[in-house]
C-alpha cells in the first residue's frame, strides 16, 4: 500500500521530470553557436610563427655558446715562440697578455739609452 | 542527418569553424539539456560550452565521424560530473542532509530541488531514460558503462527518489 502511493508519486515526479527536462535551453543554438566560437581559436597561423621563433631562438643560442667557447687554440707563431725562448738580460721583465701577446720591459738607469727589446 | 554531421565533422576537422559552429547549432539544445538534468539549469550552458570548445580541440582525435554526437555528449557528460563534485561541496547543509520530505503536486514541483539529492551519475540515466527515452544499451554506450550498470544507476536512483519524495525508508 505505502509502496503503491511512493510509486505514484515517482510517476507524477518522472511526468514532471520530463516535462522539465524538454524545456529549450535559454540560449538559442545560433547564439551558442556565436558564443562557442568566439572562444575557438583562430585556425592556426600562429604555429609557423612559433616554430620560426623557435628555430630562431635555437640558432642564437648555438651561436652564442659558439663564441663564449672562443677560437680554436693554434700554436704560437714561430716568431712569438722564438721570443718565448729567449734568455731575458739583466733589467728586463717579460710577461704575457695571453699566449700571443708578449709585454716587456727594460729597467734602466734615469738619464741612460732608452730600452728595447733585449 | 548522419551524413551532413560527418561532412560538417570532416570539415570542422580541417578548422572550418563554420562547420563546427553548425554542429554547435545542432547539437546545442539536446547537450543542454542533458547537463540541465546533471548540474542545474545555472551550470548547464557554461558545461556544455566547457564541452565543446574540448571537442574542437580533440576533434582531430575522433576517428568515427558519424558518433559525433555520442562523442560530444560523453565529453559533456564529464565535464558535468566535474561540475557537480564541485557544486556538492556548496551546497547549504539543509540541501545537502538526507532526506527531507517534498511535497508533489501536479503544479509545483521542484523538480532541481529533488533531483539533485541523487547522485549525478543517477540522475544522467534517468534523464536519458525518461525525457530523451534511449535504451540501456544507447544510454551505456553515452556514458561508457555497461547496460547492466545502467539499470544499476536507475534502480538506486529510482530508490532514492522514493525515498526523498515521501520520505520511505529503503
Same mark, same amino acid.
Given at each position: 500500500?505505502?509502496?503503491?502511493?511512493?510509486?505514484?508519486?515517482?510517476? #507524477?515526479?518522472?511526468?514532471?521530470?520530463?516535462? *522539465?527536462?524538454?524545456?529549450?535551453?535559454?540560449?538559442?543554438?545560433?547564439?551558442?553557436?556565436?558564443?562557442?566560437?568566439?572562444?575557438?581559436?583562430?585556425?592556426?597561423?600562429?604555429?609557423?610563427?612559433?616554430?620560426?621563433?623557435?628555430?630562431?631562438?635555437?640558432?642564437? #643560442?648555438?651561436?652564442?655558446?659558439?663564441?663564449?667557447?672562443?677560437?680554436?687554440?693554434?700554436?704560437?707563431?714561430?716568431? #712569438?715562440?722564438?721570443?718565448?725562448?729567449?734568455?731575458?738580460?739583466?733589467?728586463?721583465?717579460?710577461? *704575457?697578455?695571453?699566449?700571443?701577446?708578449?709585454? #716587456?720591459?727594460?729597467?734602466?738607469?734615469?738619464?741612460?739609452?732608452?730600452?728595447?727589446?733585449? | 542527418?548522419?551524413?551532413?554531421?560527418?561532412? &560538417?565533422?570532416?570539415?570542422?576537422? =580541417?578548422?572550418?569553424?563554420?562547420?563546427?559552429?553548425?554542429?554547435?547549432?545542432?547539437?546545442?539544445?539536446?547537450?543542454?539539456?542533458? =547537463?540541465?538534468?546533471?548540474?542545474?539549469? =545555472?551550470?548547464?550552458?557554461? =558545461?556544455? /560550452?566547457?564541452?565543446?570548445?574540448?571537442?574542437?580541440?580533440?576533434?582531430?582525435? &575522433?576517428?568515427?565521424?558519424?558518433?559525433?554526437?555520442?562523442?560530444?555528449?560523453?565529453?559533456?557528460?564529464?565535464?558535468?560530473?566535474?561540475?557537480?563534485?564541485? %557544486?556538492?561541496?556548496?551546497?547549504?547543509?539543509?540541501?545537502?542532509?538526507?532526506?527531507?520530505? %517534498?511535497?508533489?503536486?501536479?503544479?509545483?514541483?521542484?523538480?532541481? /530541488?529533488? %533531483?539533485?539529492? %541523487?547522485?549525478?551519475?543517477?540522475?544522467?540515466?534517468?534523464?536519458?531514460?525518461?525525457?530523451?527515452?534511449?535504451?540501456?544499451?544507447?544510454?551505456?554506450?553515452?556514458?561508457?558503462?555497461?547496460?547492466?550498470?545502467?539499470?544499476?544507476?536507475?534502480?538506486?536512483?529510482?530508490?532514492?527518489?522514493?525515498?526523498?519524495?515521501?520520505?520511505?525508508?529503503?
Amino acid at each position: 500500500m505505502s509502496d503503491q502511493v511512493h510509486d505514484s508519486k515517482l510517476d #507524477v515526479f518522472e511526468g514532471a521530470l520530463r516535462a *522539465w527536462g524538454r524545456r529549450e535551453a535559454p540560449t538559442s543554438p545560433r547564439q551558442a553557436a556565436s558564443m562557442v566560437l568566439a572562444q575557438v581559436a583562430a585556425p592556426r597561423p600562429v604555429f609557423p610563427v612559433l616554430r620560426l621563433a623557435a628555430v630562431v631562438a635555437l640558432v642564437l #643560442v648555438v651561436g652564442l655558446l659558439a663564441f663564449l667557447a672562443g677560437p680554436p687554440a693554434e700554436p704560437p707563431s714561430a716568431e #712569438v715562440a722564438g721570443l718565448a725562448s729567449q734568455p731575458l738580460g739583466d733589467g728586463v721583465v717579460q710577461f *704575457w697578455l695571453n699566449p700571443e701577446t708578449p709585454v #716587456v720591459f727594460v729597467l734602466s738607469p734615469m738619464g741612460s739609452k732608452s730600452g728595447g727589446l733585449p | 542527418m548522419s551524413d551532413d554531421t560527418q561532412s &560538417l565533422v570532416l570539415h570542422a576537422r =580541417a578548422g572550418d569553424r563554420g562547420a563546427f559552429a553548425r554542429l554547435v547549432e545542432l547539437h546545442w539544445g539536446r547537450l543542454v539539456r542533458f =547537463a540541465r538534468s546533471i548540474v542545474g539549469e =545555472a551550470e548547464a550552458e557554461d =558545461a556544455v /560550452q566547457e564541452a565543446l570548445l574540448v571537442a574542437w580541440r580533440k576533434l582531430a582525435g &575522433l576517428t568515427d565521424l558519424a558518433s559525433f554526437g555520442g562523442w560530444v555528449g560523453r565529453i559533456t557528460y564529464r565535464r558535468c560530473l566535474r561540475r557537480a563534485g564541485r %557544486l556538492r561541496h556548496l551546497l547549504p547543509l539543509d540541501v545537502a542532509s538526507p532526506p527531507a520530505v %517534498l511535497p508533489v503536486s501536479d503544479g509545483e514541483i521542484l523538480i532541481w /530541488q529533488v %533531483l539533485r539529492r %541523487l547522485a549525478p551519475r543517477q540522475r544522467a540515466v534517468l534523464h536519458l531514460t525518461i525525457v530523451e527515452e534511449m535504451s540501456d544499451s544507447e544510454i551505456g554506450a553515452l556514458l561508457g558503462i555497461t547496460p547492466a550498470s545502467v539499470r544499476s544507476h536507475r534502480r538506486r536512483g529510482r530508490d532514492r527518489l522514493r525515498q526523498v519524495l515521501g520520505g520511505h525508508k529503503s
